[in-house]
C-alpha cells in the first residue's frame, strides 16, 4: 500500500531540495529519453524556469509521438450533492450546503439521455461524500443504467473498500477518479475538519484498493492551490511511479483541478499561478509520457485553448457541476466553470487548432 | 509482371499497411490513406463509435478501396480481444482480425501467451488471423501452426519510432515463416521501412510515423516509395556487403596457372 512508501518519504527535506536547487543541466535533462525521479525533481525547482519554453516544446513532441494531435472528451455527471465531510474550499461542505439533492432514477435517466445526444460517450459520475445517503447500491443502480447510453463509464465518489469497488467494476465501471487534495499531513488535517476524509492514510491507498479490485484506470490529482504545489507534485509522482511498479496492468492519468473561487471564509493558501501550472503540466509529461492528463472546465477557455497539446490529452466540455444541471435543475454546485463551451463549441475549437477530438475510446466488450 | 502480396487467399499490390490512429484529424488520414496508395487499412475497434456518425472512423474509410482491418488494441487478455473480434463479426465490418494483446498500457508490449490462446480460439472460429507479436521466432511458428494468416512481429515498441531494432529475430522468423511476415510497430523512418522489405519482410505495417509527421499526406507518400525499393532491392537480390576490395573476376588467377 502507498502509505508504507509515504511514511517513509522525508518531505520536509524533499521540499527543501526542490526549492534550492541551482542544477545548471537543466537543458540536458529536457533532451533525455527516459528522465530518473531526480531529474523530474529538478524540472519541478524554480531554477527550471528559466528554462519553460524548452520544456513545453519537448512535451509537446512527447505528447504528440504518444497520442497524436487527438484529444478525448468526457463529461461529468453529478448524481449528488450531499456531503458529510467539512472541506474548507468545498462548496458542497456539509456546513455550507442546506441544498441537498440526490438525483431520482428518472433524473439521473434524463441526464443521461441529454449527454448522450450531445454526443458523449466517456462519464465520470459524482457524489459527494455520504454514503450511508448514496452508496454503494445507489451507485450500483446508476451504473447499470449508464450502460445502456455510454461506452465508458468513471466513478468520482467516496472512497470505497476492494469489496465495494469488486461490486461497482463487475457492473462495468473501467476507472475511478480519487484526488488526494493534498500529500502535505498538517494542510491535510486543517482544511478537512471533519467527515470520512479527515483519514489521510485511509484515502492515500484508495488507489491500490481500486487496482485491486479490478479497475482498468485510476486517475489521481492534487487541488492546486492547498500546499506548495512543487512538494505536492513531486509526492504525486512518486505516487503515480509506485503505482505503475505495482499494479503494472493498470492505466492512470493525472488531473490538474486548480482553486480559484473558493467559499468566502476561505483564502487559497498557495495559489498557483498560470505559468507555474504551464511548468508543473510539462515537467510531469517528460516524466510520464504515456499517461493521461486531464483538464476540466474549471480553467478558462483561454487557458484551455493554449494548454492543448502540450501536454493535455483529454478534457471535460459543458460542464455542469450541480446534481441534474444540464435539465437545468435549481441544485447547489460543487464549484463555478470557467469555460462554458459547449461540446460542440469545443469540437469545433479542437479542430481549428490542428486536432482530432475523439468521443469514443473505450469499448464496453474490453 | 505481378508481384502481389498474398494474405489469406486475397491479393494486394501494395505492400504497406496504414493504422488510423493519432492523425490530427479524418480529413488528413484520408488524405495520407490515399497517397500511400495502401489496400488494407487497420482500425482500433475501442474507437468505432456506431452511434455517432461524425466520431465514427469507418466512416472516413472507403470499403469499396480499402480492406478493413479491425484491430483488438485495448484488450489486455484473449478473452477481451476474442469479445472485440466477435463484435467485429457481428456488426459486419470484418472476419479479419488483427489480434493486439497488450497487458501492459506503457509500452504496449504484446502479450505471446494470450495471443497464442486467443488465435487458437479465432482462427477454429474461422477468423482471419494477423497477430502482433514480439519478435519471437518460435512463437511465429506456434501461431503458423494453429493457421493464422500472417505474423506480425514489432521492429520496436508501438509508437516509440525507433526503427528497426528486431532485425536478427524477424531475420530468423523470416527465413522460417510460410505465412507473410508483416513488421508491425515502431518503424519511425522510410528507411526503416525499405530496410524490412530489404530483407524479405512481405509487407510493414505504420502508423504513428505518418500520422504524427508535419505532413501526413507527404510522409505516407515517402513510406509507398521506400516499400516499392525495399521490395525491389529485395527481388533483385541485394549484393553481398564484403570487408575488402577484391578483383571483379575472383577466379582470374586459375587462368594464370600453366
Redo the contacts between chains.
Keep these: 500500500m502507498f502509505s508504507n512508501i509515504y511514511s517513509k518519504v522525508d518531505i520536509s527535506h524533499l521540499e527543501q531540495f526542490i526549492n534550492t536547487t541551482s542544477h545548471h543541466n537543466i537543458s540536458e535533462i529536457i533532451k533525455k529519453d527516459r528522465l530518473s525521479y531526480l531529474d523530474f525533481l529538478l524540472l519541478l525547482s524554480p531554477a527550471a524556469t528559466n528554462h519553460l519554453e524548452e520544456m513545453v516544446q519537448r512535451a509537446q513532441n512527447i505528447t ?7 484529444i478525448s472528451f468526457y463529461t461529468p455527471i453529478y448524481l449528488s450533492n450531499v456531503c458529510k465531510n467539512k472541506c474548507l474550499y468545498c462548496d458542497f461542505n456539509a456546513q455550507l450546503n442546506s441544498n441537498h439533492k440526490i438525483l431520482t432514477k428518472k433524473e439521473m435517466l434524463l441526464e443521461f439521455k441529454l449527454l ?1 445526444k450531445k ?1 458523449f ?1 466517456n462519464v465520470l459520475l459524482l457524489t459527494g461524500d455520504a454514503p450511508k445517503q448514496v452508496g454503494v447500491n445507489y451507485l450500483l443502480n446508476a451504473v447499470s443504467n449508464a450502460k445502456k447510453y455510454f ?1 465508458e463509464i468513471s466513478l468520482e465518489v467516496f472512497p470505497c473498500t476492494v469489496k465495494e469497488y469488486k461490486k461497482l467494476a463487475e457492473e462495468g465501471v473501467t476507472g475511478l477518479t480519487i484526488y488526494q487534495e493534498t500529500y502535505d499531513k498538517n494542510v491535510y488535517d486543517k482544511v478537512h475538519l471533519s467527515g470520512d476524509k479527515k483519514d489521510i492514510i485511509w484515502r492515500l491507498n484508495t488507489p491500490d484498493r481500486a487496482f485491486i479490485a479490478g479497475f ?1 484506470k485510476v486517475g489521481l490529482g492534487i487541488l492546486l492551490g492547498l500546499s506548495d504545489w512543487r512538494k505536492d507534485i513531486a509526492l504525486l509522482a512518486k505516487h503515480v511511479k509506485y503505482l ?1 511498479k505495482t499494479y ?4 492512470l492519468s493525472i488531473s490538474f483541478p486548480r482553486l480559484t473561487k473558493v467559499p468566502a471564509n476561505f483564502a487559497i493558501p498557495n495559489p498557483v499561478s498560470d505559468i507555474e501550472l504551464v511548468q508543473l503540466i510539462t515537467a510531469l509529461r517528460l516524466f510520464f509520457p ?1 499517461i493521461n492528463f486531464v483538464l476540466s472546465t474549471r480553467e478558462s477557455s483561454s487557458l484551455r485553448n493554449h494548454l492543448l497539446g502540450i501536454g493535455i490529452t483529454t478534457m471535460s466540455a459543458g460542464s455542469k457541476t450541480n446534481p441534474g444541471g444540464y435539465q437545468n435543475l435549481p441544485t447547489k454546485a460543487q464549484f463555478n466553470i470557467k469555460d462554458d463551451r459547449s461540446l460542440k463549441e469545443m469540437i469545433a475549437t479542437v ?1 481549428n487548432s ?10 464496453p ?2 | 509482371m505481378t508481384d502481389f502480396l498474398k494474405i489469406a487467399k486475397k491479393k494486394f499490390s501494395s505492400r504497406l499497411i496504414l493504422g488510423t490512429g493519432k492523425f490530427p484529424s479524418k480529413e488528413n488520414m484520408e488524405k495520407a490513406l490515399a497517397a500511400a496508395e495502401t489496400e488494407i487499412v487497420t482500425v482500433a475497434l475501442r474507437r468505432v463509435n456506431l452511434d455517432n456518425p461524425s466520431d465514427n472512423l469507418l466512416n472516413f474509410i472507403d470499403p469499396q478501396k480499402y480492406l478493413i482491418l479491425p484491430n483488438t488494441s485495448g484488450a489486455k487478455t484473449a478473452e477481451e480481444a476474442i469479445r472485440l473480434a466477435r463484435l467485429a463479426q457481428a456488426s459486419g465490418i470484418s472476419s479479419w482480425i488483427k489480434l493486439e494483446i497488450t497487458p501492459e498500457p506503457r509500452y504496449l508490449l504484446p502479450d505471446g501467451e494470450e495471443t497464442l490462446k486467443a488465435a487458437e480460439i479465432l482462427v477454429k472460429e474461422g477468423f482471419i488471423v494477423l497477430p502482433y507479436i514480439n519478435a519471437d521466432p518460435i512463437l511465429a511458428r506456434k501461431l503458423e501452426d494453429i493457421g493464422v494468416a500472417t505474423v506480425m512481429p514489432l521492429g520496436s515498441p508501438i509508437g516509440s519510432n525507433k526503427g528497426f531494432k528486431t532485425i536478427e529475430a524477424v531475420n530468423i522468423i523470416i527465413e522460417q515463416a510460410s505465412v507473410p511476415v508483416v513488421v508491425d510497430a515502431g518503424l519511425g523512418r522510410p528507411s526503416d521501412a525499405a530496410l524490412a522489405l530489404e530483407l524479405g519482410a512481405d509487407a510493414v505495417l505504420v502508423n504513428t510515423a505518418i500520422a504524427t509527421a508535419n505532413n501526413p499526406t507527404k510522409m505516407a507518400e515517402a513510406f509507398k516509395a521506400a516499400v516499392l525499393a525495399g521490395r525491389l532491392a529485395f527481388k533483385a537480390g541485394l549484393a553481398t556487403e564484403k570487408t575488402s576490395a577484391a578483383a571483379s573476376s575472383p577466379l582470374e588467377w586459375l587462368s594464370k596457372i600453366q
Design positions: 504528440t509521438r504518444y497520442f497524436g494531435k487527438t448522450q454526443g460517450s461506452s482498468k505503475l503494472w496492468k493498470g492505466e504515456e479542430k490542428g486536432f482530432d477530438p475523439i468521443l469514443k475510446n473505450w469499448d466488450v474490453i
